[in-house]
């Protein structure tokens, strides 16, 4: 164990028009328990959703009070990556994770990535959907080959480092550590960035774990497209290979 264990870990959850899911990831959340008796800690950031995200939030919080929710919201639409800015401002846990509200990712996976820290080895934990045993829904091969072979690929060129899924929602911070980096992008440039400004951090120690992936279709909500791709690489380089503040 490390001399230092953590008590209480913040879940960042941006939300936009996730009326019909955000329940059941808020369910698998609360359900979960975390080793070593840690606290849950759920930030809900509504990125001015136009459906009813808002009121299922509000219901839920109303009908589990044992679920510690705090629940914020931007006036404006502003991104995805402008939602984790202001969970992350908001974090209270000594770690923090990042958690999509959509099924895509598995709550109970958490004390995967908790674990490395627990024992000493990491300060920061990026879950792999492309390492281990775990389930993964089959899916788009192109999006495979582009956030493998071209995004992480040339994030590890920036950064020098050896991910096999720079792209993941799941990364495990310290958080004072992260709400010193100046973070700006504002939507799916968010990965990149926090990326290629961690590495740089002095003695940082970074660990990947193997997780599950159930990935959705466009059918079913997801959001990313091939815009966010050329954002994300236009990302690398400027804050990867140009070191950019």
Same mark, same amino acid.
């Given at each position: 164990m490390t001399s230092n264990p953590f008590t209480k870990l913040s879940i960042i959850i941006p939300a936009y028009n996730e009326a019909r899911t955000v329940h059941f990831i808020l369910n698998k959340i609360k359900d979960v328990k975390l080793?070593?008796?840690?606290?849950? $800690?759920?930030?809900?950031?509504? =990125? !001015? %959703? #136009? =459906?009813? #995200?808002?009121?299922?939030? *509000?219901? +839920?919080k109303a009908n589990n009070p044992e679920l510690n929710i705090r629940y914020l919201k931007h006036e404006v639409n502003k991104g995805k990556g402008a939602a984790l800015h202001t969970g992350i401002k908001?974090? #209270?846990? $000594? +770690? *923090?994770?990042?958690? @999509?509200? @959509?099924? $895509?990712? =598995?709550p109970e996976e958490y004390n995967i990535l908790i674990q490395p820290i627990w024992d000493g080895h990491a300060d920061v934990v990026f879950g792999s959907r492309f390492i281990g045993g775990k389930p993964h829904r089959i899916l788009f091969f192109w999006h495979t080959i582009g956030n493998k072979f071209v995004l992480t690929f040339l994030s590890n060129m920036a950064t020098n480092l050896n991910l096999t899924d720079m792209e993941t929602c799941y990364k495990l911070f310290k958080t004072d550590t992260i709400q010193q980096l100046n973070l700006t992008e504002t939507r !799916?440039? !968010?990965?990149?960035? /926090? #990326?290629?400004?961690?590495?740089? /951090?002095?003695?940082?120690?970074?660990?990947?774990?193997?997780? %599950?992936y159930y990935g959705r279709t466009y059918a079913e909500g997801k959001k990313i497209n091939w815009k966010d791709g050329v954002r994300a690489i236009y990302c690398i380089f400027k804050y990867g290979f140009f070191n950019a503040k």
């Open positions: 080793n070593h008796n840690i606290e849950k $800690e759920v930030i809900i950031v509504n =990125d !001015f %959703s #136009t =459906d009813g #995200t808002e009121e299922a939030i *509000l219901n +839920y908001h974090a #209270t846990g $000594e +770690y *923090l994770i990042v958690q @999509d509200a @959509d099924l $895509e990712y =598995d !799916f440039g !968010f990965e990149p960035e /926090v #990326t290629a400004k961690i590495a740089r /951090v002095p003695g940082l120690r970074i660990y990947e774990v193997g997780i %599950s």
